[in-house]
């Protein structure tokens, strides 16, 4: 059971430069997070989605779009990359059955040069 | 806002001794989860422990437990009878209850890195 998976693992981007990042779930949860993790600041939540086709902002939201078109699928894009968001960044997944588990995948090291 | 608040950003402790980890939390809500969450070098997120607010009796889990003083506001883990696997950073997190529609919205703290020494 592969649970939560991100990819890729490891990125380097340009100032400017856009990407997407991918988490799937396999454990058919309703509820879906992005997080970053920086140095000295712990976890914050960027964007969540509670169902397939809703998306909703977190503590965190500028600079990032999300998109949840399939149930099992979160994506968090970067349209214009810029040097401060430069962190690990974290999907994770829960239901009402699991709500106080979060189940993580193993973190995006993103570098924007 | 709540605010979690980690102060301890290292803490060192010999195997098979035992170490508290201190959290404090600033809340005006009155149910509330709150969590332990380790991560060890491979960057997992794991949990290890979880306290419901209106629970008084503190959690425990093997050789992890907890002291939850609600009117305190502080939440701190206690990990006996340490091992060389515990070695992790290790996060405070709060949650709140919200009529069950905060879903897993956490507000984590900075983090303790925990290192154990042979």
């Known amino acids: 059971n592969a649970g939560v998976t991100q990819t890729p693992k490891f990125r380097v981007l340009k100032t400017g430069q856009s990407m997407t990042l991918l988490c799937a779930q396999d454990?058919?949860?309703?509820?879906m997070y992005w997080y970053r993790q920086d140095p000295g600041m712990g976890l914050r939540l960027i964007h969540y989605?509670?169902?397939?086709?809703?998306?909703a902002k977190g503590e965190v939201p500028d600079g990032y779009n999300v998109s949840r078109l399939k149930k099992q699928n979160f994506l968090l894009g970067l349209e214009s990359a810029a040097p401060s968001q430069t962190s690990v960044y974290f999907c994770a997944s829960s239901d009402q059955l699991t709500n106080e588990k979060l189940f993580f995948g193993s973190g995006t090291q993103l570098s924007v040069l | 806002a709540q605010t979690v608040t980690q102060s301890q950003p290292e803490m060192s402790v010999q195997e098979a001794e035992t170490v508290t980890l201190s959290c404090t939390y600033d809340t005006s809500e009155s149910d509330y989860y709150l969590f332990w969450y380790k991560q060890p070098p491979s960057r997992q997120m794991i949990l290890v422990i979880r306290q419901e607010a209106y629970k008084q009796q503190n959690a425990t889990e093997n050789r992890f437990s907890v002291n939850f003083q609600k009117a305190a506001k502080s939440f701190s883990l206690k990990i006996s009878d340490s091992q060389l696997g515990d070695a992790a950073m290790y996060f405070c997190?709060?949650?709140?209850?919200?009529?069950?529609?905060?879903?897993?919205?956490?507000?984590f703290g900075q983090g303790t890195i925990l290192t154990v020494h042979p």
């Open positions: 997190a709060y949650r709140s209850y919200a009529g069950g529609t905060s879903y897993g919205k956490l507000t």
């Open positions: 989605s509670v169902g397939e086709g809703t998306t």
């Open positions: 454990m058919n949860h309703e509820y």
